[in-house]
């Protein structure tokens, strides 16, 4: 069964840390570059970032540039969120999906595989 697998969200407080991760089973990571995204409730899904194939390029939107890194390990099959300096604001559904990634596009293309996402809640 091809999936994704999202794991490590909980309840911090402001000015925390968590670090996300993105577990493949039944595929590859190898070929696929991958995207992180949230969701608050009655909001649509926002992208985040993303990573290539080959972690050559990566890409933040503006406002988690200097507070999230991304990467993998495509021995583990795994892509990481590490979020840093946490606020309020980004408490969120986090998911992980396939995708598209440049550093001059950003996340595009089509997403055809999705996890079922990880709650991040910040406390002021």
């Known amino acids: 069964q091809v999936q994704l697998v999202e794991s490590g969200g909980g309840l911090v407080q402001a000015g925390a840390s968590l670090k996300l991760s993105c577990k493949a089973s039944?595929?590859?990571?190898?070929?696929?570059?991958i995207a992180w995204f949230r969701q608050v409730p009655g909001k649509g899904r926002e992208g985040v970032s993303c990573?290539?194939?080959?972690?050559?390029?990566?890409y933040y939107k503006d406002f988690v540039k200097g507070r999230f890194t991304i990467s993998r390990d495509n021995a583990k099959n795994t892509v990481y969120l590490q979020m840093n300096s946490l606020k309020p604001e980004d408490t969120a559904v986090y998911y992980c999906?396939?995708?598209?990634?440049?550093?001059?596009?950003?996340?595009?293309?089509?997403?055809?595989?999705w996890g079922q996402g990880t709650q991040v809640t910040v406390s002021s």
């Open positions: 039944g595929f590859s990571l190898d070929y696929y570059a």
């Open positions: 999906a396939t995708t598209g990634c440049t550093d001059s596009s950003g996340i595009y293309g089509s997403h055809d595989v």
């Open positions: 990573i290539s194939q080959s972690s050559d390029t990566t």
